[in-house]
């Protein structure tokens, strides 16, 4: 067992983005403990010491593991609500399929997710048994339920008036509020989750409507806050952006179609945002692949176009921006796409590569709670690393190969992977709305 590794010989994207350079990095257990910027610059001990392991980097680059800060581990690349809701109804066996799905995240180099909200909790226990070595899988930092009022999420009249469903649990009043917050807090939640828009019959507004009000969402953050724990909101449209954002809530997730005085919010307050558009952008360039309408594909299209400036505008002001593919969903498949947003950053908001990888990494630290200890190559990080062959400054997309991922590190662990047998298929398990899984293979057909 080497208690030391010297990667040696290595370009080195710091995640920082400052430029990329030559050297040499020093893991002792599960930190990096020194950076030595050249080639010729090494250690002593690289003879002598027989507990180091040497690892000679030359013509390969190495660089933060990915985070990916809106993951949903446990929904097993649904296809519908209808699917998530009423087929996603045995808690063991999703987690079996959970804990596999895990393991393809962390080969595809995502070193840890943010995983807001999960179907049965599970995200409490995944965590747990990853932190213990029970099970193979990346950092998690997760949610309890999302909160959702009567009104409803994003499945309309599938959400019930009160109790649980899929991934959500109905709160109403300021009694149960209080009490859900308090019980995700003691089961282990690293975050709070508020549904705070939801799409609802005849709905004629742009964006989703809110359903929730500002003093509901500042008594969500009070109790939260006081507990020390952090709120998230889906909010898609402006007047939810702006109240999210008046009333404490730490990030916001998706913040699209936001207005000027959504956006004055957000950059007084200096919110995050994880605008989390791979999924659109998954139906919009592939969606023919899977059956999804022109109307969906153009639907999705304008959302981006209408959203991106105001992003842009945002991130110029100070605001951070994160990386989130929303990987668990039929168009969104684990270990494929977690690459995608830091190209479409790039490619609708004007990133440089060196950019769009700061915001999947060391900016998407604060998604983990983990800011300044994950995402980063830097003295005293915790040693979560990739070795790419290809140089993503170059091609970002070369992320998304796992050909190209030559070595997965995790707290200074070198991760080893089995070959995954291809699944059959389980009954019950899944309704198909969009035809089939976008995996890479498909897409890549000739």
Request: with cysteine; hydrophobic share 40%.
């Amino acid at each position: 067992m080497f208690h030391k590794i010297l990667i040696k010989n290595i370009d080195i994207i710091d995640g920082l983005g400052n430029e990329p350079f030559q050297g040499s990095v020093l893991i002792d257990k599960d930190r990096i403990c020194k950076i030595y910027k050249s080639k010729t610059s090494l250690p002593q001990v690289e003879k002598s010491d027989k507990s180091l392991q040497i690892i000679d980097g030359n013509g390969k680059f190495l660089m933060p593991g990915l985070i990916d800060a809106h993951c949903h581990s446990s929904f097993d690349e649904v296809s519908s609500n209808d699917e998530l809701f009423f087929h996603r109804n045995r808690p063991g066996l999703a987690a079996i399929i959970a804990s596999k799905n895990l393991k393809k995240i962390l080969r595809a180099g995502v070193t840890s997710i943010c995983d807001p909200d999960s179907i049965h909790e599970l995200g409490y226990d995944l965590k747990e048994a990853i932190n213990t070595g029970v099970i193979q899988g990346p950092r998690i930092a997760n949610g309890g339920y999302a909160l959702l009022t009567s009104v409803g999420g994003t499945a309309g009249r599938l959400i019930p008036d009160k109790g649980i469903i899929g991934y959500g649990k109905i709160v109403n009043g300021h009694d149960e509020i209080v009490a859900e917050v308090r019980r995700q807090i003691k089961m282990g939640a690293d975050w709070i989750k508020v549904h705070v828009t939801g799409l609802i019959p005849n709905h004629k507004e742009r964006g989703e409507i809110q359903v929730w009000s500002k003093e509901e969402m500042e008594l969500i953050c009070k109790v939260a806050h006081d507990l020390g724990t952090p709120v998230m909101g889906h909010c898609r449209g402006s007047n939810s952006i702006r109240d999210a954002a008046i009333s404490g809530l730490d990030l916001i997730l998706h913040g699209t179609l936001m207005e000027t005085d959504a956006l004055e919010a957000v950059v007084e307050r200096k919110t995050p945002i994880a605008p989390t558009f791979t999924f659109q952008a998954n139906l919009i360039d592939y969606g023919h692949f899977v059956g999804a309408s022109n109307y969906i594909k153009d639907l999705f299209r304008k959302e981006i176009i209408d959203s991106a400036e105001m992003l842009r505008k945002a991130y110029d002001q100070g605001v951070p921006i994160l990386c989130g593919t929303e990987s668990g969903f039929s168009v969104t498949p684990y270990g494929q796409w977690h690459y995608r947003e830091m190209e479409i950053l790039m490619k609708e908001m004007g990133f440089t590569a060196l950019e769009a990888i700061k915001s999947s990494t060391s900016v998407n630290a604060f998604a983990m709670r983990l800011e300044g200890e994950i995402g980063r190559v830097e003295e005293g990080a915790f040693a979560d690393l990739i070795i790419v062959s290809a140089d993503p400054i170059k091609d970002i997309t070369s992320l998304g190969d796992q050909e190209n991922i030559k070595m997965v590190m995790k707290s200074g662990e070198i991760q080893g992977f089995e070959e995954e047998k291809e699944r059959l298929s389980i009954p019950g398990w899944r309704v198909v709305n969009y035809g089939q899984i976008l995996s890479k293979d498909l897409v890549n057909k000739k």
